[in-house]
């Protein structure tokens, strides 16, 4: 790509980054999920699920509130 030319995206944070922190935190969550689930004697698919379900819902805040503080520029 010839540098001079304009990109497809514009410099900073994309209206998805919310999303792909989502993406991210579930997919920690989980992987912290299945660690607890191997080295406790709780043995149940739930403990994995509700550690990606928050794992998701805190890389979406976050993602979503570095968003709201910047400029729109």
């Known amino acids: 790509m010839n540098p001079r030319e304009a990109s497809s995206l514009p410099p900073g944070?994309?209206?998805y980054d919310p999303l792909v922190g989502f993406r991210v935190g579930a997919i920690a969550g989980g992987i912290l999920g299945v660690v607890v689930v191997a080295i406790s004697s709780l043995a149940s698919f739930w403990v994995v699920v509700v550690a990606a379900a928050i794992g998701g819902a805190?890389?979406?805040?976050?993602?979503?509130?570095?968003?709201?503080?910047?400029?729109?520029d």
Not at 58 to 72: A, N
């Open 13 to 15: 944070r994309q209206p």
């Open 58 to 72: 805190v890389g979406f805040w976050t993602e979503k509130s570095k968003m709201s503080g910047e400029d729109p």
